[in-house]
């Protein structure tokens, strides 16, 4: 079983940025798929960042050249770096560990982010 924990959340004006923390328990996070998806109120939960244990990446769209995930192995943390924050932007904001041997996805408790002047 793993065990994620985001941090960094939080209240940001527009325009400004934040960095969002995920703390993997274990000691096979550097094998694990991460991404860090959001939720905002009546929308469906969806893919922001994509990072692989090779370390290739993927974005949606939307955040394109504003975000950037990046990890730690020797931390076993995966951060999410968003700038230039949009009111579009506010949601809760989950981790997810995808073990790709297994198949299984293991979720955080989600870490809020409101985008807001």
């Known amino acids: 079983q793993v065990q994620l924990v985001e941090s960094g959340g939080g209240l940001v004006q527009p325009g400004g940025s934040l960095r969002l923390s995920c703390a993997a328990s274990g000691t096979m996070f550097s094998i694990y798929d991460m991404g860090w998806y959001r939720q905002a109120p009546g929308k469906q939960r969806e893919l922001v960042a994509a990072?692989?244990?090779?370390?290739?990446?993927n974005y949606v769209d939307s955040v394109k050249g504003r975000f950037t995930i990046s990890r730690d192995n020797a931390k076993n943390t995966v951060y999410l770096q968003m700038t230039n924050l949009k009111p579009e932007d506010t949601a809760v904001y989950y981790c997810?560990?995808?073990?790709?041997?297994?198949?299984?996805?293991?979720w955080g408790q989600g870490t809020q982010v409101t985008v807001s002047s």
């Open positions: 990072i692989t244990s090779g370390r290739s990446t």
């Open positions: 997810n560990a995808h073990d790709t041997f297994w198949g299984r996805d293991y």
